[in-house]
């Protein structure tokens, strides 16, 4: 059952073709970021009509490195939420017209189940029950598909994103957008004991993040040091950083594995590609005997492929969604 996905939610303009919700035949994502480069961050705006744009000649391109046609769709699935509004609605518009038109089945699926859906297309069909964790630059979510294979969200930040906490401090540093593979780059020559930044909300009980903290030490203690001229090591500071993110991310994350008596986990996001997170994770499952999937990094951001793939499994339950849904910003899982 060949079925096309398309994700329009934050900077990516995606469509991708997916077989039976695994083999992926065209997986096509038109990227943003010189737009958004001059600004230091995604404009909503300019991602909105970036995705206008960009939205059919990915759709045409899908198909033709597919090597299919509208005839061989079996279904349409598409990010209904949650992302930028204005993003959602040129890729839900997109879907529901390609739907209309050839008849087909229709579903408006949640990006973050399509996040964790991106394992089934390295791994095969998932086995719950699992926990994810999302982390890029606009989520940080640890999901559980619970042994009757329903999605919660069990944590998350109640601030920043840890890909926008990156993006932040790599840009007080002075380092290019997006800042999270700078950071990675250059931490890797520092030391990451040299600082002891705060591990935010690391024993309060819950299974949630804060990064806003963290990203206020890292500023006052290089404004403190140039105030003071005290030498500032980038590469230290860069290590230190990135090892206080990691630290509460793999630390939660094993703690909700445990609570949920959960032997799986796996890595999602554009923050799943740092170098620190998927060895301490790694670390982490081995020492605890769990099992860690880490997608290759295409298939870890935003891409049609994770979406058609959560399309699929909820069109063969045979769920659909009417051609009435809305782009819902706020969508909760
Ligand atoms: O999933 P993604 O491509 O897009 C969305 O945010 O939806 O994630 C992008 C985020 C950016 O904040 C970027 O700085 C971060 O992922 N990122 C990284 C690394 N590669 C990308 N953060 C830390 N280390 C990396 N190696
Ligand atoms: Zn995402």
Known sequence: MLVLGIETSCDETAVALVEDGTTVRSNVIGTQFEHHRPFGGVVPEIAARAHLDMMLPAIDRA??????TYADVEGVAVTAGPGLVGALLVGVAAAKSIALAHDLPFIGVNHLEGHVCATQLEFGHLEPPMISLIVSGG???LVLLDAEGRFETIGQTIDDAAGEAFDKIARFMGLPFPG???IDKLGRTGDPTAIAFPRAMMNDGTLDFSMSGLKTAVIRELRRRDAVDEEIVMPDVAASFNEAIVDVLVTKTLRAAEAHDVGTITLVGGVAANSRLREAMADGCARTDRRLLLP?????TDNGAMIAAAG???LVAGERSPLTIDADPGLPL
């Open 63 to 68: 198909f033709v490195e597919a090597g299919a």
């Open 139 to 141: 989520h940080t979510s």
């Open 180 to 182: 999270g593979p700078e």
């Open 296 to 300: 290759q990094p295409v298939l870890c």
């Open 312 to 314: 699929y499994n909820r």
